[in-house]
């Protein structure tokens, strides 16, 4: 595998758009997790992804394993646990007011990730593992697992990436400062946004490898390139970040030069915020061309 991802998955029931939550009839079934949103990014860009995460045996667990597998991501290492369901996600969505997530993952069979769980073959040959602090923030044995994952992508030779995404119903800022600050320290690579970084009081100067930062504006930067949010047309903000993610660690692991991995990331979040789920909008490789091309050049945009 190039990349592995360590993470929750859940199964995403996602509102007719438009619609607020409390008053929606008719739901789409479709999947969700930071960790398996840029795992579906990496693998329709072409990479070879696994994502090692954990499921109930129930039909959600067997839907959102379906779904990875649909993308060509290799799940031999999911575990199926009879015992706790998978977590799900219920949301609704509109382009110009708030959108209410209710997340129902207490107990979930995600949260019962351990570090013994984890094995070196898992990570053995891939480039890049990939993991957010969403993941330490599950259960105290999530966050043991996470720690546990870091030091055997060490020992792999692999690139740890993360990314904060932070999440306050998960818990405190306190709490996100005491379990996730000290990970960003210990990361290769680091896609933060800038009010994240300003919450975990971590300056982003002090820390070592690449250090991404999204900013308020929607430009990010790394170093001195920086690159700015292509104009599109909002119809749903959730899931940019990990877009943004799959595209920047696809131009690394192609060794394209920092400002093409933070175009390209900006272009797969451009097209992911069109669309109304957190995955739909994830392109091939052909598409991203074609998306950059009509972003940066003048001409047809129409692909005939």
């Known amino acids: 595998m190039t990349v592995v991802v360590c993470g929750e ?17 008719a739901f789409r079934r479709s999947i969700a997790g930071a ?16 994502w090692i995460g954990r499921v109930g045996a129930d039909p959600a667990g067997r ?17 199926v646990d009879p015992g706790a369901p998978t ?17 129902y993952r207490a107990g979930s069979a995600a949260s019962r990730l351990a570090p013994e769980e984890l094995a070196p073959e898992m990570v053995s040959g ?28 060490r020992e792999a030779g692999a690139l740890v990436s993360f990314d904060p995404n932070i999440r306050l119903k998960l818990g405190s800022p306190e709490q996100w400062r005491e379990r996730v600050a000290p990970l960003l320290g210990r990361a290769d690579i ?25 900013h308020r504006d929607k430009s990010a930067t790394l170093g001195e390139a920086r690159q700015e949010a292509f104009p599109v047309t909002l119809v749903d903000p959730v899931g940019a970040g990990d877009a943004f993610a799959a595209g920047f660690l696809s131009g690394l692991l192609r060794k394209e030069p920092y400002e093409t991995c933070l175009r390209e990331a900006a ?38």
């Open 9 to 25: 998955a859940m199964l995403l029931m996602l509102a007719e758009p438009g619609v607020p939550l409390e008053r929606a009839t």
């Open 267 to 304: 272009a797969v979040a451009a097209l992911v915020v069109q669309c109304v789920s957190d995955t739909d909008g994830l392109p091939d490789r052909a598409g991203l061309d074609r998306a950059l091309a009509s972003f940066t050049e003048a001409g047809e945009t129409v692909h005939r």
């Open 190 to 214: 680091v896609l933060a946004g800038q009010d994240e970084l300003e919450l975990l009081g971590v300056d982003p100067a002090r820390l070592d490898g690449l250090v991404v930062v999204k």
């Open 126 to 153: 891939a480039r890049i593992v990939h993991v957010t602090g969403i993941t330490p923030m599950l259960s105290d044995s999530a966050h043991q697992a996470t720690l546990r994952l870091f030091d055997l992508a």
């Open 63 to 79: 839907s959102v394993l379906a779904m990875l597998r649909a993308d060509g991501i290799d799940t031999r290492h999911a575990v």
């Open 87 to 103: 977590g799900l996600l219920v949301r609704d969505s509109h382009p110009s007011r708030a959108i209410d997530v209710q997340y």
């Open 35 to 50: 960790e398996s949103n840029v795992a579906a990014g990496l693998a329709r860009l072409g990479h070879d992804v696994r």
